[in-house]
């Protein structure tokens, strides 16, 4: 049997890993700036995840969610505190998709509506109900349903009242835009958003799976525009590699049992993996250091020539180049050693962990000026 080919690989298997340094099986050392896509949050093998890691799975790894399970219960009310979302509840999932799976049938649940509003370039996952309010019909399939879905302008704030109605379940939007070209939801819209989904009833859904979890230098993207959704997804950087993802939730949105389910989400590893990861971003300042860090880079970056436009915020970063992105990353890559990521065909995207210092961000800055100049 061979894997189902999906995936264009680059000819590097990776077989070690440390900090925001990774080496392939031929010994060659590489900078890590993407962190396979915003997942790595505090550093690769970080000593204190390792540690918490080893000790849990000597204990117990698994089991499903007919018994207490400790660590979900001080997974929760660590992130309320951290985040600043006490009074909210916390569904655990295993990705980004699964949670905006579940926050998309809460929001209809608790409407008893159908109709979605999205945006323009959004992406919320490959699964049916994420993948239809995805902004890419190449990878909607004839079985998944789009007909509850009407896309609107990123950003736009015109048009909001006649697109969200009394007949709109949800309104779904990331705070910052990925897949689509690290673009910034502005606060006027999300402001405009939390209003007009006020007037309508529909549950507003922030989707954070990649600028969530202090990536920002807000703990949450959505928190500079001073507005509190109904729901907020996250996955990712939550769980530093291991698989966990979860649905923040409003107090006025009831559970029932039976309601939402799962099999693996918040299991002990999952639980263990993420607690170490908040433990780890309060006790080294992490999204103190995304802000400080992030600031750094985009100010540096916007006196390269080659550069047309800087996105983003915190560590999140979307460089628009005048080239094909894909020349500029393979340089990166091949020449010098460096990973990153890309949106469309010139935008370069930094999603590195939480963690780098300026001596790294000053290596990959002198890196792209010697690619943007060849």
């Known amino acids: 049997m061979n894997l189902f ?5 680059y000819d590097i298997e990776l077989v070690k890993a440390k900090g925001s340094t990774v080496w392939d099986k031929k010994g060659q050392e590489y900078l890590d700036l993407y962190g396979g896509h915003a997942v790595i949050s505090i550093g690769h093998s970080h000593p204190t995840y390792v540690k918490r890691m080893t000790e849990q799975l000597n204990n117990i790894g698994f089991y499903s969610n007919s018994i207490i399970i400790s ?15 006490e009074d909210y509840t916390l569904f655990l999932t295993n990705s980004g998709a699964e949670s905006n799976e579940n926050a998309l049938k809460l929001a209809s649940f608790h409407t008893g509506r159908k109709k979605v509003v999205a945006f323009s370039k959004a992406f919320h996952g490959r699964t049916a109900g994420a993948v239809a ?23 736009g704030l015109e048009g909001l009242e006649a697109g969200i109605t009394e007949e709109t379940a949800a309104v779904i939007v990331e705070g910052i835009q990925g897949v689509g070209g690290i673009q910034v939801a502005s606060d006027a819209f999300l402001q405009a958003l939390r209003k007009r989904c006020d007037e309508t009833g529909a549950q507003l859904i922030l989707d954070s799976v990649q600028c969530g979890y202090g990536r920002s230098g807000q703990f949450f993207s959505h928190q500079f525009a ?16 291991f698989p966990i993802g979860g649905v923040l939730i409003a107090p006025h949105i009831q559970a029932s049992y039976g309601l939402l389910g799962t099999t693996f989400g918040g299991n002990h590893l999952a639980c263990t993996a ?8 309060q006790e080294e300042k992490l999204i103190e250091n995304a802000s400080k860090v992030g ?6 970056l916007k006196g390269i020539n080659g550069i047309t436009e800087v996105r983003g915020r915190g560590l999140m970063i979307g460089i628009e180049v005048e080239q094909p992105v894909g020349t500029v990353r393979d340089a990166l890559l091949f020449k010098e050693h460096i990973f990153c990521g890309y949106s469309g065909k010139h935008t370069l995207r930094l999603l590195p962990s939480l963690a780098i210092d300026q001596k790294i961000a000053d290596q990959f800055l002198q890196s792209l000026k010697t690619v943007l100049a060849n």
């Open 133 to 155: 309010v995805t902004d890419n019909p190449s990878i909607v399939a004839p079985i998944n349903d789009t007909s509850h879905v009407s896309f609107l302008p990123f950003n």
């Open 295 to 300: 600031d750094y880079i985009q100010k540096e």
């Open 71 to 85: 660590g979900q219960q001080e997974l929760a009310e660590k992130l309320g505190r951290v985040s600043g979302y």
């Open 5 to 9: 080919n999906v995936y264009p690989l």
């Open 226 to 241: 001073g507005i509190h959704p109904d729901m907020m997804t996250t996955a990712k950087g939550m769980g530093n590699g």
């Open 274 to 281: 993420a607690n170490v990861v908040l433990d780890v971003i």
